[in-house]
């Protein structure tokens, strides 16, 4: 039971690059989500997809992207890092929005140096 | 004021205690609640959902009060491995999810 799976787990990332982080769920749920978590502070939604084709700002979207490419991977793409952005970032997918029990993936921490 | 509020603890019991933590929030609209655990560097995982009947598994018990917007988590004879961040989740605007900063535990032999 694979679930949610998030790639990479880990990455360094100098200040300007930029990178996409990977999310898959095999569930066949059709709400996926990205959040991250800092020290100190709960999860905060960065954005989400309701459905397939559709996505949506959540509370902290400055400085991301993102795509649902189909319906089983949504990713989460960095144009030009910052050290602010330094966290560890969440994958999480849920049956559909209103049935709100989600799934998170392992999680991707990430340095901005 | 923060939308869901904790106190981060932590929280230190000797192991067989019985430890309570509450969650306000400030949503009156809210419908949906939760508990989350989440153990050091991993994932949140799914603890329990809370019902305004209250609902027990095992050793947890969850309360929800809506007159007062606050919610409970009560552990009875606590385990070692119960040691984790406990997240006090509910549902906002839109059917997404709210989370608290959460409250640590930390059980001692």
């Known amino acids: 039971n694979a679930g949610v799976t998030q790639t990479p787990k880990f990455q360094v990332l100098k200040t300007g690059q930029s990178m996409t982080l990977q999310c898959a769920q095999d569930?066949?749920?059709?709400?996926m989500y990205w959040y991250r978590q800092d020290p100190g502070m709960g999860l905060r939604l960065i954005y989400y997809?309701?459905?397939?084709?559709?996505?949506d700002k959540g509370e902290v979207p400055n400085g991301y992207n993102v795509s649902r490419l189909n319906k089983r991977e949504f990713s989460l793409r960095l144009e030009s890092a910052a050290p602010s952005q330094t966290s560890v970032y969440f994958c999480?997918?849920?049956?559909?929005?209103?049935?709100?029990?989600?799934?998170f993936g392992a999680g991707t921490r990430l340095s901005v140096l | 004021r923060k939308e869901v509020e904790q106190d981060p603890g932590p929280f230190n019991v000797p192991e067989g205690a019985t430890v309570a933590f509450n969650c306000t929030y400030s949503n009156s609209a809210s419908q949906s609640f939760f508990w989350y655990r989440q153990d050091c560097r991993k994932e949140p995982k799914l603890l329990m959902s809370v019902y305004s009947s209250g609902n027990e598994d095992g050793r947890f018990t969850a309360q929800l009060n809506r007159a007062s917007q606050y919610i409970s988590l009560l552990i009875r004879d606590s385990k070692l491995s119960d040691s984790a961040t406990y997240l006090c989740v509910v549902s906002g605007m839109g059917g997404k999810l709210i989370f608290g900063q959460g409250t640590t535990l930390q059980v001692k032999p």
């Open positions: 569930m066949n749920h059709n709400s």
């Open positions: 999480a997918s849920s049956e559909i929005l209103a049935k709100n029990i989600q799934y």
């Open positions: 997809s309701a459905s397939e084709g559709t996505t």
